[in-house]
Nanobody
């Protein structure tokens, strides 16, 4: 059974950067050639927000307005890993970040519906504060 495992995260000051990774543990070769992946975050107010989706077709990427221009997603398909580079972080980026598998190879509807995603990782904490 495939498990998604997040790593990275931590605490930074505003304007700082962090990198998150999501690896499909137990997956076969080139797993992300067959699935899309979404990044979500749960805020301190307990709101769940879909922020990024990357699909299997090249260039099939969605960023929410809250992170567009600051976050960059990329895939290392040979290692079944998706990386989220987060730059110019602001306090509103604070939350628990999750990755999850999308229902199709491509990213579909926007905004992202968490109910469409499965195989959720355990989450990793990101804190942005002075």
């Amino acid at each position: 059974q495939v498990q998604l495992v997040e790593s990275g995260g931590g605490s930074v000051q505003p304007g700082g950067s962090l990198r998150l990774s999501c690896t499909a543990s137990g997956a076969g070769l080139n797993y992300w050639n067959y699935h899309s992946l979404g990044w979500f975050r749960r805020t301190p107010e307990n709101a769940r927000e879909g922020i990024v989706c990357i699909g299997a077709p090249a260039g099939n990427i969605y960023y929410s307005g809250a992170v567009k221009g600051r976050f960059t997603v990329s895939e290392d398909k040979s290692n079944n890993t998706v990386t989220l580079e987060m730059n110019n972080l602001i306090p509103k980026d604070t939350g628990v970040y999750f990755c999850a598998r999308g229902p199709h190879r491509y990213c579909g509807s926007h905004p992202l519906d968490p109910g469409d995603f499965s195989a959720w990782g355990q989450g990793t904490q990101v804190t942005v504060s002075m």
